[in-house]
């Protein structure tokens, strides 16, 4: 059975958007993100974590 990612596509498509990448999931799909930019996607989804639990 396959584990389901944990990041919802809502937020994974925010962070493609303010890093540039986007174009190249709509035209080619996440598989085609590399893994630099897969890192910097999961690093910012983690600041953005990590600023929502700050502010609580």
């Given at each position: 059975?396959?584990?389901?990612?944990?990041?919802?596509?809502?937020?994974?498509?925010?962070?493609?958007?303010?890093?540039?990448?986007?174009?190249?999931?709509?035209?080619?799909?996440?598989?085609?993100?590399?893994?630099?930019?897969?890192?910097?996607?999961?690093?910012?989804?983690?600041?953005?974590?990590?600023?929502?639990v700050t502010?609580?």
């Amino acid at each position: 059975m396959a584990k389901r990612g944990m990041m919802s596509e809502s937020l994974k498509q925010l962070i493609a958007d303010e890093l540039g990448v986007s174009e190249q999931v709509a035209r080619e799909g996440w598989g085609s993100i590399s893994s630099r930019d897969c890192g910097r996607i999961v690093q910012k989804a983690i600041e953005i974590a990590e600023r929502s639990v700050t502010s609580m």
